[in-house]
């Protein structure tokens, strides 16, 4: 068998394309502009090249740029007022505080200071309890980048057994979440998993969401299984997953490349998330006090 390989930048196009669309049509109802507000504090060329990617994305889909940069000294103070700032703007529909913020800044504490309906990355415990209640609200980017390609290649959620391996709060949790409310029977596995390659071997929905290079092997893969590898993995050789491509692509039966499978959908989420929460604010404010 050889896996059909799930074209990420293709699916982040469309729903660019999407997006764009819909800030289109807001427009010419007279609706105002989304805006997303992208904080990054201090000079890491890394948190640097994030911003910038979302940036120009946001401009070409019609959001406005509502960037803040902010110098790595900034107290802790300054940078809860910005985030106060933004909460009540009513031109900033999202809110994203590029994460890790410079010492001895607290990222964890100031992304929950986000407003729960501007919050596009998801994360603050608001966010996280509406998402586990089924609640509406913002769900993290990159889960939603996955869920959007299973739905892309109308991979049947409900009744299947997922595996997700990791459980981190950005990914892992999150997602577990949303293949759980499309009734998928989910696993998730850890560090501390027994015997990995029997637990993922049950997946029919397999997901990788790691750091550890090639950790999912062919003997860790159900023929025919949806393998989804979230992984980024700098290595001198280049930007690999957690997933061993070649050996995994002769037993799957689709599967996502690294690079151009997850990442690219992460972005394109932040983008649909800013135009969710810009619809959230308008129903909030439209609805009796
Ligand atoms: P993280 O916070 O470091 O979490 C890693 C998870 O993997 C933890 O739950 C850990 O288990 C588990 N783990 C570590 N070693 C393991 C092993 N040998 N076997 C089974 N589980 C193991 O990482 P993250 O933020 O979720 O990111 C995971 C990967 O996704 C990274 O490569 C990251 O760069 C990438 N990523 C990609 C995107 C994208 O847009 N494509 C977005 C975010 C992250 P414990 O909980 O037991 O420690």
Redesign the pocket.
Known sequence: MSAEIIDGKAIAAGLRATVAAEVETRRVAGAPTPGLATILVGEDPASEVYIGMKRRQCVEVGIADLHRHLPADTPQAEVAAVIAELNADPSVSGILLQLPVPKPLDGGALTELIHPDKDVDGLTAISVGRLWRGDPGLRP??PS?VMAMLAHHAVPAAGARAVV????????KPLAALLQQANATVTM?????RD?AAVTREADILV?????PG?IGAGHVKPGAVVID????RLASGLV??VDFPAVAKVAGLLTP?PG???P??IAMLLSNTLAAATLQAGADASPH
């Open positions: 980017c990159t980048g391996v990791g459980r981190s709060d950005l990914v892992g596995a850890h560090s501390r998993t990995l990788a969401a790691v750091g550890v950790l979230v992984g980024m993995n997953g957690d690294v499978g997850v990442g959908l992460t």
